[in-house]
């Protein structure tokens, strides 16, 4: 069974910086088109940032400059660098495959001031 497995949230003080990362576990699944996305204590999903093969990455407007996707093919890993975080970064992170539409748990960032 196919999971889509995010990991390297946590605790970071304002100005910080967080890697985190989205691996398939139980299948040799590509991760050709991977999607961040977050959730808010009471706010809803909302997108981050979007890597595809072949096409160059998309981010929100709330992260540009200072979040970078990239692909790790010899791990066949998704990796959100998350720099100058502010609270309001502070959210579950999700990754998400466009492909076959399945979702992670989660990891939990939280960025106090």
């Known amino acids: 069974q196919v999971q889509l497995v995010e990991s390297g949230g946590g605790l970071v003080q304002a100005g910080g910086s967080l890697k985190l990362s989205c691996a398939a576990s139980?299948?040799?699944?590509?991760?050709?088109?991977i999607a961040w996305h977050r959730q808010a204590p009471g706010k809803q999903r909302e997108f981050v940032a979007l890597i595809r093969s072949g096409e160059r990455p998309k981010y929100a407007d709330f992260v540009k400059g200072r979040f970078i996707i990239s692909r790790e093919n010899t791990t066949n890993t998704v990796h959100l660098q998350m720099n100058s975080l502010k609270p309001e970064d502070t959210a579950v992170y999700y990754c998400?495959?466009?492909?076959?539409?399945?979702w992670g748990q989660g990891t939990r960032v939280n960025v106090s001031s």
């Open positions: 998400h495959d466009l492909n076959i539409g399945y």
């Open positions: 139980g299948s040799t699944l590509r991760l050709n088109s």
